[in-house]
């Protein structure tokens, strides 16, 4: 068997290693990772009794997407079980997915070395994604497929390759609005192709004005919606609005979003200075590459400006912006750095290495998400059979699903006199949305609960939470009403104040909390 064969075996043999690990490491830690707010949203409307009650419950504002990504759960769960190993299967699915659509793109035009290099990038790329049970993975294969599709058209043009691009552009937008956005961004790949090529494809503009048309369809809901997202992102520290600072933070997330993506790409480029240094000869050139490479860097300089153009939307239209509308753009950072190496043989040969640590950091990386947003232990912590009054939206949702049974009777989450304002109203709106759309649902109204429950603990853990508003402590604080008993990791833990029956008052025997609240970053929820 020649060096090269050897090789490639064993490049393909290691790749296989890596891609059985990280599919095992996420089937794994999806059984234990617990549910932070966005997807206990996509879980509950998954979990309504029919079709179309999920469609009923979207249309009341349980979530703001299409329906599509939670009948797709909840199908799943009636034929495999409704447990969480099982939800996130979608996703899991869809990085492996769109990792192997930038392992074709990239060995089409670099040979296996770097198509590899890219396969393992793209996945530690959607590393912090990929136990998520949200659409944005999913939209994210989607738009790969889609420009695989558009990237055969080079070499043969065919119908049904450009019903392909319809077909998974629109599935795209069924799974998330702003999916609609990576129409205008293949638009650009499109142009950056043309201009060079000094041609025009009618075909593709035919295709991207169908795949465009069909967010259409959704008019209605959208049209709801719309007036939903308006009363949350006119408050003035709403978690999302499109400044230049969420912009540029939105892009070193995007591109540095997870130490394990960060380290490899170092380690790789290390490698192949040391090759450099060692002397060794460039590798041999694979013969079937494609020569021609405009439609590579037509896709990898396209997809650069995605940022811009969700951001430019979310100022003009929509007024929210989060990085997690943009990870598509993961694949043009992918592309640009494996098309931009030029490798010898010393590193070709220490692929397997760069394989089996990211493999390594995988499993650490997850492990440290694995309860990253568990709040379990600060409520399990507090005595008594008492209520227990769960101060932000957020982490009010994330118990529900976090805590057993016992526990979960016992919280509650309040809603404040309507003259009372919040900072970011986003939870507490969605809290009152879902209350609305399942009235057993523990939330009450501040006043009718102080007057029933004397005794009560309180928990915030707004402390170093980025989105978090703590309205409701400052509303309890400020009237005397809990005062500070003790801390727990990220959680501030209050008890009632006692108070006199005749006078409504503090009692004689205590003074009144004097726990000044504690400032509350502002930020990005997640």
């Known amino acids: ?51 179309k009650a999920v469609y009923s419950a979207i249309a009341h504002g349980s979530e703001f997407a299409p329906p599509v990504f939670p009948l797709l759960l909840h199908f799943l769960a009636k034929g495999l079980g409704g447990g969480y190993r099982v939800l996130r299967i979608p996703e899991i699915t869809s990085v492996f997915v769109t990792g192997f659509c930038a392992f074709i793109l990239i060995r089409r035009y670099f040979g296996l070395a770097l198509g590899a290099l890219g396969f393992c990038l793209l996945l530690e790329g959607l590393l912090p994604y990929v136990l998520n049970i949200r659409p944005y993975d999913l939209v994210t294969a989607c738009f790969a497929v889609a420009l695989v599709f558009w990237n055969d058209l080079e070499q043969k043009k065919s119908w049904w390759r450009y019903v392909a691009i319809v077909l998974f552009l629109a599935l795209g937008i069924s799974l998330h609005f702003y999916a609609v956005l990576l129409v205008p961004c293949l638009g650009g790949i499109e142009i950056f192709y043309s201009l060079k090529r000094r041609t025009f494809r009618p075909g593709v503009w035919i295709a991207l004005f169908f ?33 230049i ?18 380290v490899i790409v170092i380690f790789a480029l290390v490698l192949i200075g040391v090759g450099r240094l060692l002397g ?14 405009v439609g590579f860097w037509a896709i990898g300089t396209g997809i650069m400006l995605f940022p811009l153009i969700v951001f430019a939307f979310s100022v003009v239209v929509t007024k929210t912006f989060n990085a997690r509308y943009c990870i598509a753009t993961i694949i043009g950072a992918v592309a640009i750095v494996c098309g931009s190496i030029r490798i010898n043989r010393f590193f070709r040969r220490t692929i397997p290495a760069i394989l089996a640590v990211a493999l390594v950091l995988d499993l650490g990386y997850m492990r440290g998400l694995e309860n990253r947003f568990n709040y379990e232990p600060a409520v399990a912590s507090i005595p008594g059979t008492c209520p227990i009054v769960i101060i932000n939206g957020d982490t009010w949702f994330a118990l529900m699903e976090q ?28 809290v009152e949305r879902w209350k609305a759309i399942n009235p057993d649902l523990p939330v009450e109204g501040v006043s009718k609960f102080l007057r029933q429950n004397p005794k009560f603990y309180a928990v915030n853990f707004a402390i170093n939470m980025k989105g978090s508003d703590a309205t409701q402590a400052d509303y309890l604080l400020s009237r005397h009403l809990i005062q500070l008993v003790s801390e727990k990791g990220n959680a501030l833990i209050y008890k009632s104040v006692p108070t006199s029956p005749a006078t409504g008052g503090v009692d004689a025997g205590h003074s009144p909390a004097t726990t000044t609240p504690r400032p509350y970053p502002s930020g990005t929820r997640g």
């Not at 290691?14 to 690990?21: M, Q, V």
């Not at 919606?225 to 609005?241: E, I, L, R």
């Not at 509650?412 to 939870?427: A, I, K, S």
Request: aromatic share 12%; net charge negative.
């Open 211 to 243: 795949a465009g048309a069909s967010i259409f369809a959704w008019l209605p809901l959208i049209s709801t919606m719309s007036h939903f997202v308006a009363n949350d992102s006119g408050s003035p520290s709403y978690y999302a609005h499109p400044t």
């Open 280 to 293: 060794r000869e460039h590798a041999v050139e694979e013969p079937d590459l494609q020569k021609d490479q």
């Open 403 to 430: 805590l057993p049974a016992a526990q979960r009777n016992r919280i509650v989450y309040l809603t404040l006199p309507t003259n009372v304002r919040f900072g970011d109203p986003t939870n507490e709106h969605q």
């Open 1 to 51: 068997m020649s060096s090269k064969r050897s090789e490639n075996l064993l490049i393909y043999s290691s790749l296989a290693i890596f891609a059985i690990g990280y599919l095992a490491c996420s089937l794994y830690f999806a059984g234990h990772t617990v549910l932070w707010m966005d997807e206990v949203l996509s879980v509950w409307a998954s979990r309504q009794p029919s079709a």
């Open 245 to 262: 600072a969420s912009l540029l933070q939105s892009t070193k997330r995007i591109f540095m979003d997870g130490i394990p993506y960060t």
